[in-house]
């Protein structure tokens, strides 16, 4: 008869993750606070368009800037559009911003930082290069010049919005594949026949990923706020396609003459978006790398 | 020391050639053409290519390239469409209006979030460190032109207590001799109280735009630092001997804690060189980012290239300062390196 | 420590407020405000010489009252008791007088007439300015040619103070042509002076410094910041003005524009968005007055050559499907007339700008759609960005409105810099876009935006004979006085144009002016700039 000593196992995977998860939030109730907010973002992304009283695109011009009232709980804008729809709907169109933005980012930043750190010489010096040119832009403008010339669509928004955060990421990516660069696990793949970029993209890149999550949060909130700034110059989305940045900087001419509620409700909602996402970025922080809680 | 610095230096050549290559390169990819521009509303296609061929577009990419590379070693950054001036002039003018502005809501910036930032790293997790980091990500969180309207709309329509946001100085006043370009300097040394007190009057509002809008980084750096240096063991020591808590935090653990902080700031102030163009735009102020964007909107290649060159060599030079600081206030960087 | 410093920055906010609340001012400053008039504008000039090469629409103001032309026009008073200039009766500015002869015109100069820096104008002076205007090419020599002004050989010196203009066919439209802001009469003495070889008309000084006989002169100049105007105190050229000095200041803001005005800090601004306007009428801090474009006219264009706009039938479906009344109320606030919903029964008239029979009619533009067997159209809708505060709502709502018959659009917005490169390629299918003209004749306006030959403002690349004729034949029956022919002609091309449709006028735009209660004298010019030598303050 054998008898197994077992040890107390360690819950492991999804278990553990939301316990630890329910550990940081007690303790932080600002990032739990957070957790609640970008729920509630996410619900209005996807069930927007369903949920809202208006067509966000119908005008009616006879009841043009009228203040909140029970029939527009935002008000109407300057078409007679009613406010509270095109804020809701807008929710879609900005969270696609934001987070088509950071995925392009860390797609092209991480790739290509943990290639500068993992193989060295050339790649890093290119890269490196390429980082620092783009560093030396007054980021604005960069962004603005990408906007302009290549036209102002929200692919091209997303697409100025990674380029001109690139640089952050590649330099974060290359410093941990130089580290894991000659780590066991990676010697482990290599010896059983990975060719090099399976073990870029599949081992380092995923090990690179939790300290770049912070960052992807704040470059969510960064891509909405961006948005708005390129907006505000004429170089943000087409109209009538309802998205904060726009309202704000529409709405942002009605304010002196006293109808707040156009740039106000817009600007609400971008607000406390991109506060959800930095404080979110905080709480990930403390959820992923304990040492690092700040 | 030195050598530290003409390596960096040196380093940062590729990225300038880097700068001057992309911008040329966007600048020709914007739409618009300059020559039917210039050659205004009635030109008729012959015209237009005169008027293209008298502005040398007509040449190819190299060539002009050549053309433009040979002009920058002259110092000549070329002429503006929409303002008609060479952009060396107005460059010069116009970037003390930035910069001033910039190092002002810098000022403010640390004025406020240094100070959070220490408080919120002497009582970690409390409430007062929630209320901080709540202020301060708040400041961040709105577009940073929709902050300047609502501080005229508040504070100039409804109060009156700012001026009218027409610029740098009101428009009865004439600006102080141009020693430096920045007026409050240049107002203290010719001697003039009032214009001081002018131009001071017109910075506020877009300095605490600014201000606002870099909070979060500062403050949040600032309690990450202190923290971290509140652990140390030298401040325990300190505490141990029954120095003042003051004493403790302000002379010991903040000179410390002062360098990660100063690494932010750099980054905070060539950030806000980009986000002074909306602050500009919103409170008339002739400065280079809203010649720029004017610029920019108008296809109007040669401030662009000139802004774009002029804030890469700042920033590189601003790097440098950063480094050479780091090693003036922590020797063991510079015996290092 | 977060309320400490705050409350600090309060205190210093009302400490340094304190020093000179709004309405304090030191006796000095009081005294130059007093005498100062304050403009604030969305943008500046580029130039302050019309001849010169790009010179933008902000620069023709510089130009105006810095410079004389050898007449100008008499006011008359218009239905709202606002001066509006005579376009029928001169004046005499430069000149005192002017006799018109059969091929020719000749004035006789004033002789006390003298230069900012104290040179007396001559004949000689005035030879030079207007060869220089029709050989610098560009819009100056554009402008020059529409009342066919276009050889040096035309303007003779007779002697120092005796100028002849001579025809080289008779146009009715050579001596108001005389009049614009372009033909103006530079120091040549001066300006020789500071030419080269490549610059041998002086633009690069001209550019910068203002070389005229005019009642203003230019004393300073930022680009993209501010304007300074002088009083010329030796200005012959009409009554001294009351205004001794003008700023122009530049602030890009329109809120803050329309911020300085409700409190007191600017004095005059024609800058802002309609709905201000409109508004501001009613709350009576403020005097606003509204006078229409002459000549001027927005509408949607449509290119006729390719489909699917190359079918009358389907020009038709847009007219009645456009939302004219919406964009009236909530685009002009009302601070537009409409050229659109005339009555079925009217006649044409011998006028222009008039509205045409349109109106909207969503079931008439699907029939006239269906019939025309076009279908499911998709188009861009193309607009000047630099004039998006109105261009950008009505294409929304023009938008919705085709999208209601079955025609798709996209919102094409094109970048100021861009918008004639745009047009001159004839490509945009569906535009919006404005044109008026200087000179307010209907054969003028019909001869840049409906002849075949004409292709620069005729937008729309409209190719028709018989509008060719009538257009054609107006201008010739003005020339000889045939009033019976002109008449008919010129209803002739007017009910082309609505027949053909081939542009939809949609208002006739108002030039709007928001001033301080205590300033007079604004009036309203062709060119719908100020003229600051009429103002008076207090």
């Keep these: 008869m054998t008898v197994i000593a077992t040890t107390p196992q360690r819950e492991g995977g ?42 966000p695109l119908t005008s009616d011009t006879a009841q043009a800037l009228k203040p909140p009232s029970a029939h527009h709980w935002f008000g109407t804008d300057q078409l007679g559009r009613d406010v509270f729809s095109r804020v809701v709907v807008a929710t879609r169109l900005d969270f696609f911003i934001a987070v088509a933005s950071v995925v392009l980012v860390f797609l092209m930043g991480g790739l290509a930082g943990v290639a500068a750190g993992f193989f060295g010489g050339w790649t890093d010096r290119i890269v490196g290069r390429v980082a620092d040119t783009i560093m030396a832009f007054p980021l604005f403008v960069l962004a603005m010049g990408i906007v302009a010339a290549l036209g102002n669509t929200v692919q091209n928004i997303v697409l100025a919005t990674a380029i001109v955060n690139f640089p952050l990421y590649a330099r974060i990516a290359r410093a941990e594949a130089n580290i894991r660069r000659d780590a066991g696990f990676v010697e482990a793949a290599r010896l059983s026949g990975n060719a090099d970029w399976r073990i ?39 109209p009538p396609t309802p998205e904060w940045g726009i309202m704000v900087a529409e ?19 971008l607000m406390v978006a991109v506060f959800c996402f930095n404080l979110l970025g905080d709480g990930l922080r403390d959820m992923i790398d304990p040492r690092r809680r700040t | 020391m030195l050598t530290m610095i003409l390596k960096r230096a040196g380093m940062a050549i590729p990225s300038l050639i880097g700068v001057v290559i992309v911008t040329f390169l966007l600048t020709r990819a914007l739409p618009g053409d300059p020559a039917a521009y210039f050659a205004g509303p009635a030109a008729t ?14 040449k190819s990419l190299i060539a002009q390239f050549g053309n433009y590379v040979v002009d920058l070693a002259h110092g000549n950054f070329g002429t503006s469409l929409t303002t008609g001036q060479p952009v060396v002039s107005e460059l010069i003018t116009r970037l003390p209006a930035s910069a001033e502005l910039t190092l002002l809501g810098l000022l403010v910036s640390i004025i406020i979030a240094v100070p959070l930032g220490i408080l919120a790293a002497t009582k970690p997790n409390s409430l007062i460190d929630h209320a901080c980091r709540i202020a301060t990500t708040l400041g961040v969180s709105l577009p940073v032109f929709f902050t300047g309207l609502i501080l005229v709309y508040v504070f100039y329509y409804q109060l009156g207590w700012a001026p009218a946001p027409l610029g740098r100085i009101d428009v009865f006043f004439d600006p102080p001799p141009a020693y430096t370009g920045f007026y409050l300097i240049d107002s203290l040394i010719a001697g003039q109280p009032e214009t001081f007190m002018a131009a001071l009057k017109q910075l506020i509002l877009p300095a605490l735009t600014l201000g606002i809008f870099s909070l979060a980084p500062i403050a949040r750096m600032t309690r990450a630092s202190m923290l971290a240096v509140l652990s140390s063991d030298f401040v325990r020591t300190a505490r141990a001997s ?15 804690a002062m360098l990660p902080v100063i690494t932010t700031l750099g980054m905070v102030f060539s950030f806000l060189l980009g986000a002074n163009v909306l602050v500009e735009k919103v409170f008339a102020w002739p400065g280079i980012g809203s010649y720029a964007v004017e610029a920019l909107l108008a296809s109007d290649f040669a401030p662009v290239q000139g802004f774009v060159l002029t804030m890469a060599v700042m920033y590189v030079a601003l790097n440098l300062l950063i480094d050479v600081l780091y090693g003036v206030i922590d020797p063991r960087v510079r015996l290092e390196a | 420590m977060k309320r400490r410093d705050f409350l600090k920055s309060v205190t210093a906010l009302t400490a340094a407020s304190a020093v000179s609340a709004p309405a304090v001012w030191s006796p000095a400053k009081a005294q130059s405000r007093q005498e100062t008039l304050l403009i604030v504008s969305e943008s500046g000039p580029n130039n302050l010489d019309i001849h010169g090469v790009g010179t933008n629409v902000p620069g023709y103001e510089a130009s105006w009252n810095c410079y004389d032309r050898l007449i100008s026009h008499e006011m008359k008073t218009d239905a709202n008791g606002t001066p509006y200039y005579d376009k029928n009766k001169f004046k005499p500015e430069l000149a005192e007088d ?45 402008q020059m040619s529409a009342g066919s002004l276009t050889k040096p050989e035309q303007f003779a010196v007779v002697d120092d103070h005796t100028f002849r203009v001579d025809f080289l066919k008779k146009d009715r439209l050579t001596v108001p042509d005389l009049a614009v802001i372009v033909p103006c009469v530079i120091n040549s003495q001066l300006v020789k002076s500071k030419a080269t070889e490549q610059d041998p008309w002086g633009l690069e000084y001209t550019k910068l410094n203002t070389a005229g006989s005019g009642a203003y002169k230019v004393t300073n100049w930022t680009a993209g910041s501010q304007v300074v105007f002088e009083r010329n105190d030796n200005w012959k050229g009409g009554p001294l003005p009351k205004v001794k000095r003008v700023i122009w200041r530049m602030v890009p803001d329109a809120g803050n524009r329309r911020a300085l005005l409700e409190r007191g800090d600017a004095d005059v601004s024609y800058d802002l968005p309609n709905k201000d306007f409109a508004e501001l009428k009613t709350n009576s801090k403020l005097a606003i007055v509204s006078t229409p474009y002459s000549n001027g006219i927005q509408y949607l264009g449509m290119n006729v050559q390719n489909p699917p706009f190359n079918d009358l039938k389907v020009r038709q479906a847009i007219a009645y499907a456009i939302p004219y009344q919406k964009i009236m109320d909530a685009v002009m606030y009302g601070l537009a007339k409409p050229m659109f919903g005339a009555p079925a029964d009217a006649p044409i008239e011998v006028a222009w700008p008039q509205p045409h029979k349109f109106n909207t009619d969503l079931d008439k533009a699907k029939q006239l759609l269906a019939s025309s067997g076009a279908s499911s159209i998709n188009v861009p809708l193309s607009f000047d960005l630099g004039f998006a505060g109105v261009n950008e709502p009505i294409a929304v709502l023009i938008q919705e409105s085709l999208a209601q018959i079955g025609v798709t659009t996209t919102i094409n917005k094109v970048p100021g810099a861009n918008w004639r490169t745009e047009l001159n390629k004839k490509t945009m299918p569906l535009f919006e876009n404005v044109f008026s003209g200087w000179l307010d004749y209907p054969e003028y306006f019909f001869y840049w935006c409906y002849h075949s030959g004409k292709s620069i403002f005729n937008t729309m ?29 010129v209803k002739g091309m007017v009910d082309l144009a609505f027949t053909d449709i081939p542009r939809i006028p949609l208002y006739q735009p108002y030039v709007n002016v928001a001033m301080q209660k205590n300033i007079s004298g604004y009036e309203y010019w062709f060119h719908r700039r100020l003229d600051y030598r009429a103002f008076a303050k207090g």
Excluded: C
């Design chain 1, 251 to 269: 709405g942002a001419q009605f304010i002196v003459s006293g109808e707040w509620w156009n740039a106000a409700f817009p600007g609400a909602a």
């Design chain 1, 14 to 55: 999804l278990a553990a993750l939301i316990k630890h998860s329910r550990y940081i939030i007690a303790e932080n109730p600002v990032t739990g606070f957070a957790f609640a907010l970008f729920v509630l973002i996410v619900l209005a992304a996807i069930l927007g368009p369903e949920i809202v009283p208006y067509n």
């Design chain 3, 98 to 142: 002017m006799n018109i002869g059969d091929m020719s015109v000749t004035f006789k100069l004033r002789k006390d007439a003298v230069f900012q820096d104290g040179t007396p104008v001559t004949a000689n002076d005035v030879k030079w300015s207007l060869d220089r205007a029709v050989t610098v090419g560009g819009f100056p020599t554009f």
């Design chain 2, 45 to 58: 296609p012959q015209a237009i290519e005169q008027v293209r061929v008298k502005l040398g577009l007509d």
């Design chain 2, 242 to 256: 029954g120095l003042a808590s003051y004493t403790v935090i302000v002379t010991y653990a903040f000179r410390n």
């Design chain 3, 461 to 489: 690349d409209y190719q028709s004979p018989a509008m060719d004729a009538f257009i054609d034949g107006a201008r010739t029956a003005a020339a000889n006085g045939d009033t019976a022919a002109y008449d008919k002609d």
């Design chain 1, 200 to 238: 870029l993209a599949f081992q380092i890149l995923p090990n690179v990923f939790p300290l770049l999550v912070v960052q992807m949060s704040l470059t969510m909130g960064y891509a909405i706020l961006n948005a708005a700034g390129l907006s505000f110059i004429g170089l943000g989305v087409r």
